[in-house]
Nanobody
Framework: QVQLVESGGHLVQSGGSLRLSCAASGLTFSSSPMSWYRQIPGKERELVAWISGSSSYGDTTDYADFVKGRFTISRDNTENTVYLQMNDLKPEDTGMYYC?????WGQGIQVTVSS
């Protein structure tokens, strides 16, 4: 059974940084693509960032336009953990952030950015 547990959410001021973590179990982590989504109040859940399973060619990443240049997704296969480094946070980044892997969602974690 796949389990994903997010951590690292917090209240931060505009322009600040946070790093979210997602600890995964129950899957072959190193070969599993992983992603981060978010849900802003009043809006549908949307993809934020995606990272491929690891290969000899390395990892491939992709980002939503609204976070390009500010957020970085990465993975540590020795810790079965995927990260989302969020810099230059804006109030419009406020919402619930979810980790996803193998069609399974984490429970979500709140990120609040004050102006």
């Amino acid at each position: 059974q796949v389990q994903l547990v997010e951590s690292g959410g917090h209240l931060v001021q505009s322009g600040g940084s946070l790093r979210l973590s997602c600890a995964a179990s129950g899957l072959t982590f190193s070969s599993s693509p992983m992603s981060w989504y978010r849900q802003i109040p009043g809006k549908e859940r949307e993809l934020v960032a995606w990272i491929s399973g690891s290969s000899s060619y390395g990892d491939t990443t992709d980002y939503a336009d609204f976070v390009k240049g500010r957020f970085t997704i990465s993975r540590d296969n020795t810790e079965n953990t995927v990260y989302l480094q969020m810099n230059d946070l804006k109030p419009e980044d406020t919402g619930m952030y979810y980790c996803r892997g193998l069609s399974t969602w984490g429970q979500g974690i709140q990120v609040t950015v004050s102006s």
